[in-house]
């Protein structure tokens, strides 16, 4: 990991004579010059729409946003390209399925169902939905270490969506459980993988759910493009949000017409540089194995639990063994922002707040935790300057 970390430059900064201790990765990560060498490349040398010109300039284009569909379809084990949609984030994918799919679907008898430790992202569309179509929108509970009770999937649910990891407590949930438990409902699935692609070994095959959505930006890529994958069948059932330029098959005065997934769901230009840069953070993380990506989020996570919990005042709220990237603290009598402030003098940058998940922190009692969260240039010399920072204060 030594190595890796020569990759990226902002790592590599001081603030005031001190060397940056960046903790902040499940906000957003570093980028690798891998990344940010193929964005430059590609506007210095093949800019051009993609699917809109004849021109040699515009087929370069057009092949470098299809090579990145390709490469996201290799990285989460999709049987087709075709499956995977380009989006601005998480964010607007479980947006799209939520207006696109659920919002025209779901009838008044049916159930949604979400988890406690949902963020936002993952809470608020479904909210919507359920006020929009008189479905009833209920809450898997999870205990103080985020493993979920299974027992309010119901006959009537009709889409179960949860994180596979949680951004506040790093909790990795029984996804093929959960995924089972909703399958023999006849439910569909929806798994927000904001904070698990960026650290697991993943196939959507494998799991066996139906949506998946992620955001570039929390795994080495560039901010401003994301992923919804879905299923064949469910891409057909799903109408546009955006419509225009790019997904029309035919148009005319009185009828128009889309074309197939993925281009129905991508009206307008799209973000190609930013495809391009993906690719580049793909084809990082395959370089140096998700198994040994992985590995490395545990260790540090596991060192940091360690750590932090000897320091006296420091209270740890962390799934014990499933535990990804993702640690949360509290310190006794000090508000989490004041931490993060003080912890910001000594150059470690940690999230404080409610992490969007107001929900999860009702349930913990707490306004807010500070957040410490690793990518692979992190290091266990970090992890014990947050220590011994938090010792100090
Ligand atoms: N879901 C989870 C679990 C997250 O952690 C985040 C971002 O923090 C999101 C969704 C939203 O991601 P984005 O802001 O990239 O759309």
Redesign the pocket.
Known sequence: MRDVRGDFPIPSRTFAGRPLVYLDN??TSQKPRAVLQAMQRFYEQSNANAHRGVYRLAEEASAALEGAREAVRRFIGAADAAEVVFTR????SINLVAQGWAARRLRQEDELVVTELE?H??FLPWQRVAQQTGAKLRVLPVDFLGAPQFDELGAHTKLLAF?Q???VLGTILPAKRLIQAARARGAAVLI?A??SVPHLPLSVQDLDCDFLAF?S??MLGPTGI?VLWARRDRLEETEPLLLGGGMVREASVEHSTWLAAPQKFEAGTQPIAEAVGLRAAIEYLETLGMDAVEKHARELSSHAVRQLSQVPGVRVHAALAERAAVVSFQVDGAHPHDVAASLDQHAICVRAGHH?AQPLMRKLSVAGTVRASIQIYNTLAEIDLLAAALAEL
């Open positions: 499940a906000a984030g998480t964010t607007e963020h992202s993952n994180s990891v949680s951004n927000d904001a904070q955001s930006h929390k994301g969007c």
